[in-house]
């Protein structure tokens, strides 16, 4: 009923034949298929008497596993004959170039904003940034400004609603920084703001560094020198700056730094001051104790003299063949 030694040979001879796999595939279904020579012989075991069947099923069990193991052997022997023909006939030029990648580069300002991220971090300021939505208090009222200032008019804010803005400078980082802190503190943050401007020197999105030390006896010498050691680390040379006069809400005295550039303008490009005292008590720090000195500027600002350029707008343009320049 079963000739096992029949069927092994005339498997293995079949098998051994074949020549590709689609061959070998039809041999495998032919054998083992659903409705294949070994699913018809175990359907014929039911007709066979008992005494026989457990001799009968064992020699098909065996004859199966047996014939398995060729048609494995066979199929992994055809495979390298695919491969081996492959690199034989298949010319591979070895010298020749590459595929070219077309990688990307940090954005300038993102470059920018490393950079002086850098030379803080360096000087022991630690980096803190805030959210950029913002309310009326932490954006104007507890930096002092007054409702009747006018950078809390409609035109400046972009406003959500009545209490919700889109904060216009950074320096919302410092009140809420103090209130959560104790000194002393040396503090930067480094992030958007928005306001309501577009031309050459405005876009509506721009970003901002803030710096804040508070601590005994901070004066503006310290101001000072911070100031024209970023400046001259930033522009790698020793430019002519002034601290010019000025007029913010939250310090007092106040100044703003302008830069000389190379057409002999002055360029108004940091606000800072010492913190005023309103602001420490604010904040629960006695200002007859502590005192502290805070500047802001504008990333774009700098990265235009950086890289002598007379139109903000270029920098959020998305045009790569001006973004392609900075690549390094
Ligand atoms: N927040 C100011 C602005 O956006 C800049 C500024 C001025 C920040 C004086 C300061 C400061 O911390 O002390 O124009």
């Known amino acids: 009923m079963f000739n096992y030694t029949k069927i092994f040979k005339e498997a293995n001879k079949a098998i051994k034949k074949s020549k590709n796999l689609y061959e070998l595939e039809s041999i495998r279904i032919n054998l083992f298929g659903k409705k294949g020579f070994f699913s018809k012989k175990i359907k014929l075991m039911r007709d066979l008497p008992i005494k026989d069947r457990a001799k009968i099923g064992f020699l098909i069990n065996k004859a199966k596993e047996n014939i398995k193991k060729i048609l494995v052997n066979h199929r992994i022997f055809l495979e390298n004959n695919i491969i081996n023909t492959k690199l034989t006939n298949e010319f591979f030029d070895i010298s020749l170039s ?20 850098k030379f803080f971090k360096e000087r022991g300021f630690l980096l ?44 919302s980082v410092q009140i809420k920084t103090m209130c959560e802190r104790s000194p002393p503190m040396k503090i930067f943050s480094s992030g958007k703001v928005y306001r309501r401007d577009y031309d050459k020197n405005h876009t509506p999105m721009f970003h901002q560094i803030e710096g804040f030390v508070v601590d005994l006896d901070v004066n503006f010498s310290h101001l000072k020198k911070i100031c024209y050691d970023f400046f001259s680390e930033f522009f790698k040379k020793k430019l002519k700056i002034r601290f010019r006069p000025s007029y913010f809400p939250f310090t007092e005295p106040s100044a703003e730094i302008d830069i000389l550039n190379d057409n002999g303008n002055w360029l108004e490009i940091l606000g800072c001051g010492m913190i005023h005292p309103n602001i420490l008590k604010d904040a629960k720090i006695d200002p007859d104790i502590y005192s502290g000195f805070a500047f802001g500027m504008g990333v774009e600002r700098l990265a235009m003299l950086r890289y002598k350029i007379d139109d903000l707008r270029v920098f959020f343009d998305n045009d790569l063949r001006f973004l392609k320049q900075f690549k390094s």
């Open 128 to 171: 803190v940034n805030e959210s950029e939505i913002e309310n009326d208090y932490y954006n104007f009222d507890a930096l002092n400004i007054s409702n009747d200032h006018p950078a809390r008019s409609t035109h400046d804010t972009f406003r959500f609603d009545e209490f919700k803005l889109l904060r216009t400078h950074t320096s």
């Open 98 to 117: 590459g595929r070219y990648m077309n990688l990307g580069s940090l954005h300038p300002i993102t470059c920018v904003i490393f950079d002086i991220e």
